[in-house]
């Protein structure tokens, strides 16, 4: 049962415009939530991080954006690089802060000159 | 800056051989984690720990041991090594209350 799921394995985005990666999450329980950015032969990066508490952090050219609700995370990016081309991945925790990340499939980013 | 270092980079090892992964942290970080990535699959958690001889079982422990005698140091073990084991393996490591640092992966070819 894939308790952190995004749906899209891919998007194309032209430079300059904006790239949305969205992350579903079925665990209620799930209040910490991250993205993190992975290049081929190399470890995922942490990008961005949100609490349950909030509904939006912000960081230089990325933002998250949470819903409760619907159970859904959103990662902007604005304006969109070439450098931004690599896989990104959500992941979701409960208790507090990281501990045992449960993670989606992740969606590859590629960013068109 | 925090350094999490995975003692190879690429490894061939034959079916039914044990398979020693060893992960490194050298920020005094409670947590250390393995995960495997696969096509599809996103990253699976094998086996997590919280403190020294602490080992708790993640979503895909079979086939899987680890060992976390010193709290830099966190051993992924393979106890006989299987063609389905092939795969990327990730190492994390971090404070309850942070993001988790990952190690730059090891990929694992059985033949």
Known sequence: DQQVKQNSPSLSVQEGRISILNCDYTNS?????????????????????????????????????LNKSAKHLSLHIVPSQPGDSAVYFCAASSGSGAQKLVFGQGTRLTINP | D????QSSRYLVKRTGEKVFLECVQD????????????????????????????????DIPE?????????E??????????????????CASSWTETEAFFGQGTRLTVV
Do not use: C
């Not at chain 1, 992975?38 to 952090?57: Q, R, V």
């Not at chain 2, 984690?33 to 919280?50: E, K, N, T, V």
């Open chain 1, 29 to 65: 329980m799930f209040d910490y939530f991250l993205w993190y950015k992975k290049y081929p032969a190399e470890g995922p990066t942490f990008l961005i991080s949100i609490s349950s508490i909030k509904d939006k952090n912000e960081d230089g050219r990325f933002t998250v954006f």
């Open chain 2, 2 to 5: 925090v350094k999490v270092t």
């Open chain 2, 27 to 58: 920020m005094d970080h409670e947590n250390m984690f393995w995960y495997r990535q696969d096509p599809g699959l996103g990253l699976r958690l094998i086996y997590f720990s919280y403190d020294v001889k602490m080992k708790e079982k993640g």
């Open chain 2, 63 to 71: 086939g899987y041991s680890v060992s976390r005698e010193k709290k």
């Open chain 2, 73 to 90: 140091r966190f051993s992924l073990i393979l106890e006989s090594a299987s063609t389905n084991q092939t795969s990327m393996y990730l």
